[in-house]
């Protein structure tokens, strides 16, 4: 993060007093501010490319733009680079943090209110090891901080994974939720012989049990399935969820700042997903704290 001198570009646009405009360093998902407002921002560590040269071959400068123009950055963004969502995440964050600051608001007034002012959060187990994870569950029970808990499964052989879960599901019992998400992991007929276990083991819900690109076997699996599917890599971008919400392919989205490319895609994304009826379901990374912060503004 670099704040830039404060002198005016020739040509520029002027920004409107008391709010920083920006420039984007093409080299590194970094932005500059001017009126020494610098914004925080996460990365996935993810570069932009660089950007196209003048004739006299040297790098032509970015142009400066009001950082309170949040579409607008979104669609140069998409000019300058495709996909690197998580780049024009930080990027688009960084925006936020310091427009919000500037005005003395949070980013979510900036995106139309808040609308929830409690969000229940789950614990995500992911050791493999069934005696372990035990241990960590009761742990988060016992200090009342979490019951809902989210198993990372497909690692291993699927009985293998079953047999975790019955351990799991057994010693915590009604004391609490368990959910699964098999990383695409299986292949449709091996989803369709686990699932039916799943329900049986009272799993809440399943996400992403199929490649991201079998879009229409998570919609023959949820067909007969009990237990209720979240599509996560299936769904990037809002055209990604117009297709998951057209074929029917899942009952649930999980929704991640750093895979939609910020806040306003993400709330595009939830935007398909309301209008078809599917649930949202707030998904993250090993984010900062930072990035954790910005996932929180946008599902509150
Ligand atoms: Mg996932």
């Not at 000019?79 to 003395?104: F, M, P, Q, W």
């Not at 329900?199 to 209720?228: C, F, H, K, T, Y």
């Amino acid at each position: 993060m670099r704040v830039c001198p404060p002198e005016a570009e020739a040509g520029a646009a002027a920004p409107r007093p008391g709010l920083p405009s920006f420039s984007t360093t093409w080299s590194s998902p970094s932005i500059d501010l001017v009126l020494g407002l610098s914004g925080l921002a996460y990365s996935g560590g993810k570069t932009l490319r660089r950007p196209p040269v003048a004739r006299n071959g040297a790098p032509r400068p970015p142009p400066r733009q009001r950082a309170d123009r949040f579409e607008v950055a979104g669609v140069l963004m998409d000019v300058a680079a495709k996909r690197n969502t998580a780049a024009k995440s930080a990027i688009e964050t960084a925006l936020y943090d310091a427009v919000g600051r500037s005005l003395g608001v949070p980013a979510s007034l900036l995106l139309g209110g808040m609308v929830k002012y409690r969000i229940p959060v789950l614990w995500t187990l992911a050791p493999g090891d069934p005696g372990q994870e035990i241990e960590e569950a009761e742990g988060k029970l016992s200090a009342r901080l979490h019951r809902s808990f989210k198993v990372k499964i497909g690692a291993q052989d699927p009985a293998a994974d079953l047999a975790r879960l019955r351990r799991l599901a057994g010693a915590l019992g009604d004391r609490a939720d368990l959910i699964v998400d098999a990383n695409q992991a299986w292949d449709e007929i091996t989803a369709a012989r686990c699932l039916p276990a799943l329900a049986d083991l009272g799993i809440r819900l399943v996400e992403q049990p199929l490649p991201a690109w079998n879009v229409a076997g998570m919609a023959r699996l949820r067909d007969r399935s009990n237990v209720p599917l979240m599509a996560d890599e299936s769904v990037f971008s809002a055209h990604d969820m117009l297709a998951v919400a057209s074929a029917a392919a899942a009952d649930v989205v999980s929704l991640k700042l750093v895979k939609h490319g910020g806040l306003l895609n993400t709330r595009n994304v939830a935007a398909v997903a309301e209008a078809a009826g599917i649930g949202l379901y707030g998904g993250c990374l090993l984010e900062s704290s930072i990035g954790a912060a910005a996932q929180a503004e946008m599902m509150t």
